[in-house]
């Protein structure tokens, strides 16, 4: 497995350990159990995991992370820990880095900013960069459902565009915080928005991102 996709996937699984299985994420619906029941079920269950893409299989989705979510809550900790099987396509290094980084660094925001005494983590420039590279290439589909022109900038300036329209609301933060942002986490990504305060509240109450 790639260094950025094993180290969130490790953070991941220390942050849903020390929470335990019944505290709350930023997940809709879910709580710590969930959440672990659908990061296992995606790598070990394509044929199920089809259904987070494809809304008519999602009840068959639903069924098989349920039956995920009942085994003993240290058992998924586990599976998490250990990857994928060996013949799933997450075993391969480059997908594990392209598919794998982003949605564990996403689930495992989803845990700590769920607490009450969560703060922001440091990250390291390399890892910044690095999730900055893929919200560049995502970042028109993360933003498709904006009712607002939507700009994203790093505090070095650099910006890409997730929607286009106008009023324009121009989004700046680290790497790690738009990422969040653009997923849907507005409420708990530290940005600061700039723009027309109506157009600032649209994009704030928006439907963005894609499931994970």
């Known amino acids: 497995m790639s260094t950025h996709?094993?180290?969130?996937r490790l953070l991941l699984a220390e942050l849903l350990e020390s929470a335990g299985p019944v505290a709350p994420t930023l997940c809709e619906g879910w709580n710590t159990r969930d959440l672990a029941a659908h990061v296992v079920v995606r790598e070990r269950r394509g044929d199920a995991a089809v259904g987070i893409l494809l809304k008519p299989l999602a009840p068959r989705l639903e069924r098989v992370q349920a039956e995920f979510a009942a085994k003993p809550y240290e058992e998924l900790?586990?599976?998490i820990r250990t990857g994928p099987p060996a013949l799933s396509p997450y075993g391969l290094k480059q997908i594990d880095e392209a598919a794998n980084t982003v949605e564990f660094f996403i689930h495992a925001e989803d845990v700590r900013r769920a607490q009450p005494d969560w703060s922001p983590r440091d990250l390291d420039p390399v890892f910044s960069d690095a999730l900055w590279s893929r919200l560049?290439?995502?970042a028109r589909l993360l933003g498709?459902?904006?009712p607002v022109g939507l700009v994203l900038r790093r505090p070095d300036?650099?910006?890409?565009?997730a929607h286009r329209g106008t009023p324009v609301v121009t989004v700046t933060g680290?790497?790690?915080?738009?990422?969040l942002f653009a997923f849907g986490r507005q409420e708990v990504a530290r940005v600061e928005l700039e723009g027309d305060k109506e157009a600032v509240a649209r994009a704030?109450?928006?439907k963005l991102g894609v499931a994970l």
């Open 144 to 146: 498709r459902r904006s």
């Open 204 to 206: 704030y109450e928006a």
């Open 174 to 179: 680290e790497p790690g915080e738009l990422l």
């Open 136 to 138: 560049e290439k995502v």
């Open 5 to 8: 996709a094993k180290r969130e």
């Open 157 to 161: 300036g650099r910006t890409a565009v």
């Open 77 to 79: 900790l586990h599976l």
